[in-house]
T-cell receptor, first 115, second 109 residues
Framework: DVKVTQSSRYLVKRTGEKVFLECVQDMDHENMFWYRQDPGLGLRLIYF???????EKGDIPEGYSVSREKKERFSLILESASTNQTSMYLC??????????????FGPGTRLTVL | RKEVEQDPGPFNVPEGATVAFNCTYS??????FFWYRQDCRKEPKLLMSVYSSGNEDGRFTAQLNRASQYISLLIRDSKLSDSATYLC??????????FGAGTQVVVTP
């Protein structure tokens, strides 16, 4: 079974703090993604990475950066947290090449509250 | 305009009944289509892929209409455990998925 883990289930931070969200997958997947999920908006892609040290902007990258120093680990960084970044953050991965289903495997999510 | 639109529901369904709902997508270049299921406070998980010819997986049937740009999901003989939010997902570029906001289904005894 693919396992994607995220460093925290719940996180409370203050405005202006630097926030790190960590994601680790154990299936040697090349591709990793960070989404945020808000009511009524669905999942929106923040950043993704298709290889170590490679990153691509998603649909809403503003206010975020990422780091992928090792294949299994993909970090999302909020340089200066703001209240509008309060959300559920979901990490996902899927293998390289073409898969029959293109299924993405998700971590359990981190609910971040910025006060 | 959202890329993928769904009726948020909730669809309240008696146990044993059939429920069906659609989603529409705006990008005609979309290549592949999926339904994901998300339980309350859990992560999304793939329910099934959707193929042009339509496909079934047990009590679940998915249909794709490319001409009208919508996909549908039908659940027969609903179980209490089918209560969840169903996410319509469209792949228009390799590896990048567009998610609908979800349709909530509540199956009642």
């Amino acid at each position: 079974d693919v396992k994607v883990t995220q460093s925290s289930r719940y996180l409370v931070k203050r405005t202006g703090e630097k926030v790190f969200l960590e994601c680790v997958q154990d299936m040697d997947h090349e591709n990793m993604f960070w989404y945020r999920q808000d009511p009524g908006l669905g999942l929106r892609l923040i950043y993704f990475s298709y290889d170590v040290k490679m990153k691509e902007k998603g649909d809403i990258p503003e206010g975020y950066s990422v780091s992928r120093e090792k294949k299994e680990r993909f970090s999302l960084i909020l340089e200066s947290a703001s209240t509008n970044q309060t959300s559920m953050y979901l990490c996902a991965s899927f293998p390289g090449g073409t898969t029959p289903t293109n299924e993405q495997f998700f971590g359990p999510g981190t609910r971040l509250t910025v006060l | 305009r959202k890329e993928v639109e769904q009726d948020p529901g909730p669809f309240n369904v008696p146990e044993g009944a059939t429920v069906a709902f659609n989603c529409t997508y705006s990008n005609s270049a979309s290549q592949s289509f999926f339904w994901y299921r998300q339980d309350c406070r859990k992560e999304p998980k793939l329910l099934m892929s959707v193929y042009s010819s339509g496909n079934e997986d047990g009590r679940f049937t998915a249909q794709l209409n490319r001409a009208s740009q919508y996909i549908s999901l039908l659940i027969r003989d609903s179980k209490l455990s089918d209560s969840a939010t169903y996410l319509c997902v469209v792949n228009w570029s390799w590896g990048k998925l567009q998610f609908g906001a979800g349709t909530q289904v509540v199956v009642t005894p």
